[in-house]
């Protein structure tokens, strides 16, 4: 029988920053909370798995030694001047009192849910709390301490196996991408809203393909602000499969962001759930086993029902408007009915801007990409 895992704890919930601060520890005790009134976990097949802090040993395969030291200070609460220059201290990653123990409890997770796909009846692994694509070696940024995509990846490569990184989070996955350019053992597929009008910026342009052995192993589909389901959908077509088609890998590593649908206070893109589920679904479809990654979502019902509807799809649950009606828009921020978003009107002028960009990033990929990976177009 197929089997799922879902990591959480619910001492995640317990941390505090600064009063509104947007990341939201609650985000996967609401999330279990609404998978469970949907029938989500009690059921055959699932089991929820309490996870461990990483210890530092494990966090320093890709952290380095000095700002692992660094988190060890700064996990008393107190700011010192010398955090700025990695990170520390920022609006996004402030240090609070057990910032360590949180996002070491996040890392945790994450390598819990390798060791769970130790199992080979495992198919789906889900780790909401986990999807720190942005975080470097030695420095936080974007809500990310630690790169548990990157730990992850680094122990399935450590198995042998063949890594397809799929990074949906409106955000480009950039310290993913960094920490393998020049790797053909991992191919990284990042789609997300320009870096001209998003965080993090000076990252995630389609040009970056990787480098050395790793050229043509890195894959960014940049989208304009105001791209909405139907352009993502037609982007991620063109691209996503046949790349996983021509690389043949063991399983992927998805991380599944919340922050691109319409609803997120923090982005620019204007997908409903109904978008974010068709990738989510496509994932299912490859057959292959999958580690899902919670990632960002800045609007904590909105993110919430997308994990739920997430869940349902990796377990091949079918959810029917009665148990769509279950959901009451009881989340901070979210008053809708049902589980799915309403559609979302996109001014024309914006569905020509964004038409425009992904084609032409499509292009660029199909010229590039395709050719070196030998996608038979
Ligand atoms: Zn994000």
Redesign the pocket.
């Known amino acids: 029988m197929s089997k799922s895992v879902l990591v959480y704890s619910e001492k995640l919930a317990r941390f505090q920053a600064y009063d509104g601060y947007p990341w939201y520890f609650e985000r996967s005790d609401a999330a279990l909370k609404l998978m469970r009134r949907q029938g989500l976990i009690e059921r055959p097949g699932v089991t929820v798995v309490e996870p461990e802090a990483a210890s530092v040993e494990a966090l320093a395969s890709f952290h380095t030694r000095e700002y692992l030291d660094l988190l060890a200070v700064a996990n008393g609460g107190t700011f010192e001047e010398r955090m700025f220059a990695n990170g520390l201290g920022t609006a996004e990653c402030p240090v609070f009192p057990g910032c360590f123990d949180y996002h070491r409890l996040v890392a945790g997770s994450v390598l819990c849910g390798v060791e769970a796909l130790a199992d080979p009846d495992v198919w789906a692994v889900f780790v909401p709390s986990a999807g720190m694509h942005h975080a470097g070696p030695d420095f936080a940024a974007?809500f990310c301490y630690l790169n548990d995509p990157v730990l992850a990846i680094q122990r399935l490569l450590g198995q042998g196996l063949r890594v397809f990184y799929l990074d949906i989070?409106?955000?480009h996955g950039d310290r993913v991408q960094a920490a393998f350019y020049g790797d053909d053992r991992v191919l990284t597929v990042s789609l997300h809203e320009s870096p001209e009008t998003l965080f993090p910026f000076h990252t995630g342009f389609v040009h970056e393909i990787g480098e050395g052995a790793g050229a043509g192993y890195s894959v960014n589909l940049p989208l304009a602000a105001g791209t909405g389901d139907d352009v993502y959908g037609w982007g991620f077509r063109q691209v996503v499969p046949p790349l996983l088609d021509a690389f043949k890998p063991d399983l992927i590593v998805a991380e599944i962001?919340a922050?691109v649908l319409a609803a997120d206070p923090q982005?620019h893109l204007l997908l409903t759930t109904h978008g974010y589920c068709d990738a989510v679904q496509w994932v299912r479809q490859t057959g292959l086993r999958v580690l899902a990654l919670g990632?960002?979502g800045y609007l904590l019902g909105a993110t919430v029902r997308a994990w739920t509807l997430a869940w349902a799809i990796l377990n091949d649950v079918p959810l029917t408007d009665d148990a769509e009606l279950l959901f009451s828009g009881v989340f901070r921020g979210d008053g809708l009915p049902s589980l799915h978003d309403r559609p979302v009107y996109i001014p024309e002028g914006t569905q020509t801007q964004a038409w425009e960009a992904c084609r032409s990033a499509v292009e660029y990929i199909r010229a590039h990409q395709f050719k070196t990976l030998g996608v038979r177009l």
């Open positions: 974007g989070d409106a955000h962001g922050d982005t990632g960002g």
